[in-house]
């Protein structure tokens, strides 16, 4: 073999192979992301995600697939159904966010524990919208869906007051805009936070 064509089988040509190889699987690693999509309920986290699911993108509905009832410090179970209890599996979130057969997850949904989770994503988006428009969506709800009660509804409007179940520091989303118009702007936004 010649100087310009090197053994592909030597042992230093292996360790840049090898080298080369993590630098291409860190790089592809580094554009997976996973963003939080929260809310009140009402604001419309669950037609976002089946948005996002129609166009292609991994979206998964934490009411329905990470949710349980549980003390939000300790995870452990709890009997019965309450807000102050909605809580995520930290464990089945932090596997979700470590997955990487995706470009990009989105989770949608409430928890009373997202504190123990958030950081691991890189962006948070929170859903908003003005009472009256929350009004009218719960309106639209039969009794025996959260929020179709009078006490629910009531606990609804508080917290949309106060704001002290939602993310802080999330990258607010006018949601009274149409779905299209909603999922519109968070992917616009969350390909602005790769850049």
Known sequence: M?????????????QRQHLVSRIV?????????????EGVSGTGK??????????????????????????????????????????????????????????????CGGSRNFSKFIDLFDGVFVLEVDLETLNRRLDER???????????????????QTKQDTPKNGIIIDATAPIARVVDEILRQSEAKER
């Not at 699987?25 to 999509?37: E, F, V, W």
């Not at 697939?65 to 809580?87: N, V």
């Open 2 to 14: 010649s100087r310009q064509d090197p053994d592909p089988h030597s042992h230093d040509n292996r």
């Open 25 to 37: 699987c860190y790089h592809l690693a580094m554009g997976i992301r996973n963003y939080l999509i």
């Open 46 to 107: 669950t037609s976002v995600c089946k948005e996002l699911q129609r166009r292609g993108y991994y979206a998964i509905n934490g009411d329905r697939d990470l949710a349980y009832q549980g003390d939000p410090e300790t995870g452990k179970p709890m009997d019965g159904l309450t807000h102050e209890h909605h809580i995520w599996h930290v464990y089945k979130v932090k596997a979700l966010v470590a997955n990487q057969d995706d470009a990009i997850t989105f989770f």
């Open 142 to 160: 039969p009794e025996n869906e959260w929020g179709g009660r009078r006490t629910e509804r009531e606990l609804i409007a508080r917290l949309h």
